[in-house]
Nanobody, 112 residues
Framework: QVQLVESGGGLVQPGGSLRLSCAAS????????MGWYRQAPGKQRELVAGITNGGSTDYADSVKGRFTISRVTAKNTVSLQMNSLKPEDTAVYYC??????WGQGTQVTVSS
């Protein structure tokens, strides 16, 4: 069984920053991808940022230049540094492992 535990969500004003973290544990044979998705009310879940085992990263166009994903391979942890946050970044953010396992989600609200 695989568990993903997220932390770091909350309420922030526009232009502010938040850092999300996710730790994976359990029966993990091999990690080839870790990433963050988000889902806003009434919208589909979308990929925000992902990082492969080789260190390649991918970002949604809407967050490029503002968000940075990083990973500590030995600890199976992944973080998402979010800067210059906008109200449209408001969503529940989910950690993902190997595009198969999901965290419980953490709420990010950007509002004045």
């Amino acid at each position: 069984q695989v568990q993903l535990v997220e932390s770091g969500g909350g309420l922030v004003q526009p232009g502010g920053s938040l850092r999300l973290s996710c730790a994976a544990s359990g029966s993990i044979f091999r990690v080839y991808f870790m990433g963050w998705y988000r889902q806003a009310p009434g919208k589909q879940r979308e990929l925000v940022a992902g990082i492969t085992n080789g260190g390649s990263t991918d970002y949604a166009d809407s967050v490029k230049g503002r968000f940075t994903i990083s990973r500590v391979t030995a600890k199976n942890t992944v973080s998402l540094q979010m800067n210059s946050l906008k109200p449209e970044d408001t969503a529940v953010y989910y950690c993902n492992l190997n595009e198969a396992f999901w965290g419980q989600g953490t709420q990010v609200t950007v509002s004045s």
